[in-house]
């Protein structure tokens, strides 16, 4: 008989297993699972249970699955902290940007970088961005970027665009372009990473040390909305390779107790590069050896489209309110696939950003590509965000096994715009289409993209089961799911994205005791309350991680 470390008592245990049990009491031993009871006390003598063994009585509140995150930037959002905040409606204005940059400027020295996150044109009453001139007017002796609320576009000023060395004369980047005036000079804004980074590149990148104090602070704050498995969508976007090591070193420090996927950069992963001749089984135990078992290999990381809300998704369609603009490929078909193969032939999952129905279309042109030539039953390649994907795109995704991590708080947070500026009526009620994906059995995910929006599991599920627009509209209630399946989607559906469904993503006998106290039952509250459910308290490995006092 084993002895128990915890016994959870008197709880609303949701399993959210393949039965959906509701069970009373659970007993954990060595980080992992041990018993269930249905009754609301443990049976005596069916674990042993001594001095040592803490005892947990919840009080009738709910008990339910870690959740998993599988799509978000935390060492980005961690970062956040030393920069301007532009987002809307904190700003309403460019000048109230402007005021904030104004003040930035005399608390540092002249030169040093000013960088602000974050804005949103179509929420400005100015209805427009940024541009370089607007920086100038308070910032001519620093140089200063701003970043888009989709993390797709930014707009600099004068110095910054000098110290880039970008003037009138550039051409536009592949799979990007810079801003121009009616008389074809550089306005500041810059468009997807590859007009961005020649700016970037110039800033001083945050040290080790200020990463792992990063990803410690933001893990924090992840753990207090119950999520006890994270992914990082894209492992070198900040610092490069860099990326990885205060990764590791903040996991193999304790300083972020939480389990973590790594998207990799697939350009990390390129002959020559420094993983470049690495297989995944390889790559996956030397993130393991080196984070002390918490971090893992998720999957190589790719861009074939940018931003819906900054007019680069690529769509087969025309913006609804810009007839001329289709959006752009990040890649050229023929090289996209020809990499997507050699990635997959290495035997790497392959995950892929792709939000308009065009980009969606050209990875799955790809996956076939690579499928055709070397057939996998297993592989769970994926598609980012599947903003705008239509039927014949589930349709395909379903053939080809490909699985959908669903960026849904697009609909709360665009979903007004989409139908009025970017996608039309029509298409935009089908943006996030989750009962369709129900439909087709595929497996999907629920995903924040924090920090593009905030943090929250709970957020994430209340969108999918409501889907209830910023300005109070249903979008799409044929695509609305229940309450359980948005549960599964941040719980079991995860851990099956992560092949990790035997060991987390539901309360079973043998699984680890990754879980989360919750003050209210999602399952049972007027669905529009799930968002204002608290998270009371998170455990990982049967250890509290957040909230330990409130119990």
């Known amino acids: 008989m084993k002895k128990v470390d915890l016994i959870i008592k008197n709880a609303n245990v949701l399993t959210l297993d393949s039965q959906n049990r509701r069970m009373g009491s659970v ?46 930037h935390i060492l980005n959002y961690g970062l956040l902290s030393d920069q301007i905040n532009c987002s809307a409606p904190l700003n309403e204005t460019i000048d109230d940007i402007l005021k904030s940059i104004k003040v930035k400027t005399k608390q540092i020295a002249e030169g040093d970088w000013i960088r602000g996150y974050g804005y949103d044109d179509t929420l400005l009453k100015d209805q427009r961005h940024p541009t370089k001139d607007d920086l100038d007017k308070v910032s001519p002796y620093h140089p200063v970027v701003i970043t888009h609320i989709s993390g ?14 970008l003037n009138g004369d550039i051409e536009n980047p592949k799979g990007g372009h810079f801003g121009r005036d009616s008389k074809g000079t550089l306005n500041g804004v810059l468009y997807e990473p590859q007009a ?15 990463m792992i104090a990063a990803l410690g602070n933001a893990s924090k704050d992840y753990m207090a909305q119950g999520i006890t498995t994270n992914s990082d969508a894209g492992v070198g976007l900040v610092a490069g390779i860099e990326d990885l090591d205060a990764h590791l070193e903040a996991a193999e420090r304790g300083v972020n107790p939480m389990r973590t996927q790594l998207m990799i950069m697939h350009q990390h992963l390129r002959k020559g590069e420094i993983f470049g001749d690495y297989s995944p089984a390889q790559l ?27 007019l680069t998704g690529a769509l087969r369609q025309p913006y609804h309110s810009e007839p001329m603009i289709y959006g752009d490929f990040i890649h050229d078909q023929e090289p996209f696939q020809e990499e997507v193969l050699e990635l997959h032939n290495r035997g790497f999952r392959i995950t892929t950003h792709g939000n308009g129905d065009r980009a969606i279309g050209s990875i799955l042109d790809a996956y076939e590509y690579a499928l055709s030539k070397s057939p996998s039953k297993v592989h769970r390649h994926r598609i980012e965000h ?55 059995n595929l497996i999907f995910t629920l995903h924040s993209d924090c920090p593009v929006t905030p943090i929250s599991p709970l957020f994430s599920v209340w969108a999918a089961v409501n889907r209830l627009t910023r300005e109070g509209r ?58 204002d459910i608290t998270v009371n308290a998170t455990f990982i490995d049967g250890v509290p991680v957040y909230g330990q006092e409130k119990l």
């Not at 947990?56 to 709910?62: E, I, K, M, P």
């Not at 060991?503 to 680890?512: H, I, Q, Y």
């Open 27 to 72: 007993a954990i031993a060595d980080g992992r699972i041990v018993k269930i009871w249905s009754e609301k006390e443990p049976s005596h003598g069916a674990v042993m249970i001594d001095t040592g063994t803490e005892v947990v009585d919840l009080q009738g509140l709910t008990l339910i699955p870690g959740f998993i995150d599988t799509h978000n």
């Open 152 to 165: 797709h576009l930014a707009v600099a000023n004068s110095m910054a665009l000098q110290l880039a060395g």
């Open 196 to 210: 961005i980074k020649p700016v970037t590149g110039k800033i001083p990148k945050p040290t080790k040390e200020q």
């Open 284 to 310: 996956d135990q030397e993130l393991r050896d080196r984070s002390g078992g918490l971090a893992r290999l998720d999957s190589a990381k790719m861009f074939q489209d940018g931003s819906i809300q900054g």
């Open 386 to 440: 599947v903003q705008a994907a239509i039927t014949g795109d589930l349709d395909k995704m379903q053939q080809l096994g490909v699985a959908g991590s669903f960026f849904i708080n697009h609909v709360y947070y665009w979903g007004d715009r989409h139908a009025r500026i970017f996608l039309g009526p029509e298409r935009a009620r089908r943006i996030s289409a989750f009962k369709d994906a129900v439909d087709r």
């Open 474 to 531: 249903v979008l799409g209630p044929e695509q609305r799911i229940d309450v359980v399946t948005a549960l599964k989607a941040m719980t079991i559906y995860g851990a099956q994205l992560n092949f990790d469904e035997q060991n987390s993503g539901s309360l079973e006998v043998g699984k680890r005791a990754d879980f989360s106290v919750l003050n209210a039952d999602p399952t049972t509250v007027n669905p529009e309350e799930i968002k």
